[in-house]
């Protein structure tokens, strides 16, 4: 009886728990959008996502963040594509060519979870280091590199977690049919494994999107739109980052408006993806 009871007791407070958890990340997450919202959409115009900054707009005048929208979007998915066929056969090659060598597959992950959790001013402030050896200057090729490395650890253990749940018996099998180990990483694998690399190059690209810290010292900043890979780009992080830095608050306001159109861009992606991701599932089922 005593037991029955501290076992109900117990199942109360975990469920209790797992409310109050998921309460509070839920509440939080609606504060964040809420607050941009209020703040952000007042000031947003489409004449701000459709021109470029004009003489004076860090004053208060004319212009918009379209240089920053084109940017972000030119250096989140270069470094994303570049991200994704580097991070790729990385992840089928340590699940198929060197799955029996488990010490060596145990040590890159090791060391793709160390990648994962350096800072991403770290990534920054090693591309600078690269850019000032090589004579470099601040670009939209340098700032691609930079997010590229800071996104590879999480493109790789992403996609490597998926390849995991892919069942051993297919690979048992279709070796056994006479197919190479290659053959049967991007046939069978890769297959298996479509839904969660679209999660994993999702995740890449919002990182990618989403930071400053990389790009501060190696993309640089520009009002224009880059047309080459050697021009600086702006992004969306140091447009928020340099309007909210600024005294006036017509400008400050715009900051939050900027800070609305990259959270719509990330949604439509999001949603996008898992749209793409569900299909993928259908038809791997049928």
Request: zero cysteines; a positive charge; charged letters at 15%.
């Amino acid at each position: 009886m005593k037991r029955k009871v501290l076992q109900k007791t117990e199942e109360i407070f975990t469920r209790f728990l797992m409310v109050f958890s998921t309460s509070i990340i839920v509440s939080a997450l609606l504060l964040i959008i809420v607050s941009i919202l209020y703040k952000g959409l007042p000031s947003l115009s489409w004449e701000m996502i459709t021109q470029i900054p004009k003489g004076g707009y860090y004053f208060g005048k004319e212009g918009g963040i379209l240089n920053a929208i084109v940017g972000s979007l030119y250096l989140a998915t270069g470094s994303t594509i570049l991200g994704l066929i580097i991070s790729l056969p990385l992840a089928l090659y340590i699940n198929i060519h060197k799955a029996k060598n488990s010490k060596l597959v145990n040590f890159i992950r090791f060391l793709l979870d160390i990648l994962w959790g350096i800072p991403s001013i770290v990534y920054g402030a090693f591309g600078f280091t690269v850019m000032i050896y090589f004579g470099m200057r601040t670009s939209l090729l340098a700032g691609i590199i930079t997010v590229t490395l800071f996104i590879i650890p999480i493109m790789v253990r992403s996609m490597d977690e998926v390849m995991k749940t892919v069942p051993k018996g297919l690979l048992e099998s279709a070796l056994s049919l006479g197919s190479t180990r290659s053959e049967t990483a991007y046939k069978v694998v890769f297959r298996q494994s479509i839904p969660g690399i679209v999660t994993a190059v999702l995740l890449a690209f919002g990182r990618g999107i989403g930071d400053a810290a990389a790009v501060l010292f190696t993309a640089g900043y520009t009002d224009y739109i880059p047309n080459a890979l050697n021009q600086p780009a702006a992004t969306l992080p140091l447009a928020i980052f340099f309007q909210l830095s600024s005294p006036i608050p017509e400008v400050q306001n715009r900051a939050y408006a900027a800070a609305v159109v990259l959270t719509i861009i990330i949604l439509i992606i999001s949603v996008s993806s898992r749209i793409v991701s569900n299909k993928f599932k259908q038809r791997r089922i049928k």
